[in-house]
């Protein structure tokens, strides 16, 4: 995360379709309170946040949350962008809400609006579902391919504006029965759509849906995909959350995919931005103060800190100890959750939930924090009360105590062993050690067998591949520069991590070893070409098959979700092992050498007789205990005392 932090340090909702907005809770509860206003009057009951459609769309109820200001109206198409008398908002009773209600539209138009605040101030709606943006919208590529007949910008209008469509075109879920896989078995696929398919789209990707079937994921980790600032982005610059980003396609496609993976079985995670906006965002922009470049939200501000309580932030950070950052927070995964049936969320920047002030410290943010861990639990018991089964996952790397309390409620952590990977793959002991053992939970001193998440790479990450190609370590012939070899270890590398209990990651294109670093191409947040001409090369091809192996057989096999002390494992020297002992008598048995040098192994297999290598098929008989052999550098195997599926 730190990379990516210090990267972006560099660059600078509606539901339309039925009668109202569906975003709970309703206006007023849990918004916090500021002065009051006694000659203020309240919005209609039923009135949500953002637009709510009365009268079949002819009218429509504007809500927004924004606590001391002097003036709020109105302005949009249905005025000439003019406001007046009929469309200055009223304020609520306790000085928070501006509403007013809107007659004589015609329901059948998309409609752009903003707020005009204090009499200066043009913002877009927080809750608007889809936004127009004059100086990003024209490079949609090919509109009417990504996003069909997007409405045009406004004439008469300026900045970014919001949108509502009492008649836009609805979408019918067709899988309404789909069963989660359970976090044991949950092998997760992380995705760029900018990235994944040359055309950056929903639609594409849906249609490419049989890669994922044949590699045998069973959950997709979308990189952000709600509004973020401009259009070529990893998406962690967000300013509108209610809304998907125009330049992937349309809602529907977004649900239609999601709804393609679910048929498939395959759940789909969003990776969501909650720990900060950008500058384009209504919410910092009604409360800011200063430029650009060296501004902040002013105190009176109801959602985000003046100043950053932990180094890795950027853009500007909310206060998730304040009763309108909760509400606002928990209307944003219930929209997801219920409109857009997302199966769970990884929350980015998950340690920088805290108000607890560590400066420029590192290790004091990562250390156990007690305030972090409240907001966590009130935010996780939200969301099991909206959807028990939903896939709660951390990007905390916090300490051990506090991450373990957290796997106990059933959230799930990222666990990044990118750096012991690479030095494996390569081939180099130490600098840093390749020590594996981060692969099993109780390594952390964890109870729950199923709440670390582990990865070799993500997006975040430098490629195993690129690695193994510009810094592998060689002994004589052997070097694991050499593409054909450093696949191959890319092999090893998988079946070790695949093998061990518990939900693993892979970053896209990591198992057709991709090797173009992160940071070419023009730095780690450009465009990288998905390659599919990879698939063309033999050793590329074997690597995926392995991939696909690994992960059916960590699926469909109850072996792999192992639990201690039914499992044992050495992963710190050259030879690394992983035993597994199932409670159904299946026994297996991984043993790679990821030295450049051939090593002895000696092996304790839970039992003579013969074991099967589900990789290659071939089989050896083990006649006595430990068992010894010799094996040459790169040389792996998955052995079985029965024959796994696959």
């Not at 994921?217 to 990189?223: D, F, P, Q, T």
């Not at 050499?482 to 092999?491: F, H, V, Y």
């Not at 992963?571 to 092992?577: F, I, M, Q, W």
């Not at 071939?618 to 998955?638: C, D, F, K, Q, R």
Request: glycine letters at 8%.
């Amino acid at each position: 995360m730190m990379l990516k932090i210090f990267y972006l340090l560099l660059i600078t909702v509606t539901l339309i379709g039925g009668t109202a907005c569906k975003k709970e809770p309703k206006a007023g509860n849990g918004s916090g309170n500021v002065t009051g206003n006694p000659a203020g009057v309240d919005p209609p009951a039923g009135s949500n946040d953002g637009v709510t459609f009365l009268n079949g769309g002819a009218s429509v109820i504007f809500n927004l949350y924004a606590p001391g200001k002097n003036s709020v109206s109105v302005i949009g198409e249905f005025n000439n962008w003019q406001g007046g008398s009929n469309y200055t908002m009223k304020n609520s009773k306790d000085g928070n809400r501006w509403w007013v209600q809107v007659d004589n539209l015609d329901p059948a138009k998309e409609y752009a609006y903003q707020y005009l605040i204090d009499g200066t101030l043009k913002v877009a709606d927080p809750y608007t579902e889809k936004i127009l943006d004059p100086n990003n919208d024209q490079y949609i590529n090919t509109p009417n391919i990504i996003y069909p007949n997007l409405k045009a910008y406004p004439t008469g209008a300026t900045g970014i504006v919001s949108t509502f469509w009492y008649s836009q075109p609805s979408y019918t879920w067709a899988t309404t029965s789909f069963i989660r896989p359970d976090p044991k078995n949950l092998v997760i696929y992380e995705a760029l759509v900018r990235d994944f398919v040359a055309t950056h789209d929903y639609k594409t990707i849906k249609d490419t849906l049989s890669y994922f079937v044949n590699l045998g994921v069973n959950a997709i980790e979308l990189m952000p995909f709600n509004e973020f600032e401009g259009n070529d982005s990893w998406g962690y610059n967000p300013d509108f959350y209610f809304a998907p980003d125009k330049y992937y396609g349309t809602k529907n496609d977004l649900k239609a995919l999601i709804d393609a993976c679910h048929a498939k079985g395959i759940a789909v995670i969003q990776d969501i931005v909650l720990n900060h906006s950008f500058g384009s965002s209504p919410m910092v922009q009604m409360y800011y103060s200063g430029t650009p470049s060296s501004g902040a939200p002013t105190a009176n501000n109801p959602w985000y800190n003046t100043v950053p309580t932990h180094p890795f932030n950027v853009g500007f950070q909310f206060n998730h100890e304040s009763a309108a950052t909760k509400y606002f927070v928990k209307n944003v995964l219930k929209w997801w959750i219920q409109e857009y049936h997302v199966d769970g969320f990884r929350f980015d920047l998950a340690k920088g939930f805290t108000q607890v002030n560590s400066g420029t410290d590192v290790n004091l943010w990562g250390q156990y924090d007690a305030s972090r861990v409240a907001i966590w639990k009130d935010y996780n018991s939200y969301m099991m009360s909206l959807d028990p089964k939903l896939y709660v996952i951390l990007e905390d790397f916090a300490s051990n105590q506090e991450e373990s309390e957290l796997a106990n409620l059933g959230m799930m952590t990222w666990t990044n062993l990118s750096s012991p990977g690479e030095q494996a793959t390569m081939g180099y002991p130490f600098g840093p050690p390749w020590d594996l053992t981060g692969l099993f939970y109780d390594a952390y001193g964890f109870t729950n067998p199923y709440a670390l998440v582990a990865y070799f790479e993500s997006h975040d990450e430098e490629r195993l591949q690129f690695k193994n190609e510009t810094y592998g370590n060689s002994s004589g012939t052997y070097n694991t520069t050499n593409l054909a070899t450093g696949l191959k270890r890319d092999e090893m590398g998988a079946v070790f991590m695949f093998s061990s209990p518990g939900p693993k990651m892979l970053w896209e294109f990591g198992e057709r070893g991709y090797d173009v670093s992160i940071n070419d191409l023009g730095g780690r947040l450009s465009d990288k070409p998905p390659r599919w001409d990879y698939m063309a090369d033999p050793n590329r091809a074997h690597l995926y098959s392995v991939y696909a192996k690994m992960i059916k057989m960590k699926i469909k096999n109850p072996v792999f979700t192992t639990i201690s002390p039914n499992f044992t494992y050495s992963l710190t020297g050259a030879v690394k092992t992983i035993q597994l002992n199932g409670t159904d008598g299946t026994d297996v048995e991984v043993v790679g050498n990821f030295d450049v040098v051939s090593q002895t192994a000696t092996i304790n297999f839970a039992s003579t007789g013969t074991w099967t290598d589900n990789i290659d098929g071939s089989t050896i008989n083990v006649t006595a205990l430990p068992y010894t052999t010799t094996l040459a550098p790169g040389e792996y195997h998955v052995y079985s005392n029965k024959v796994l599926l696959q």
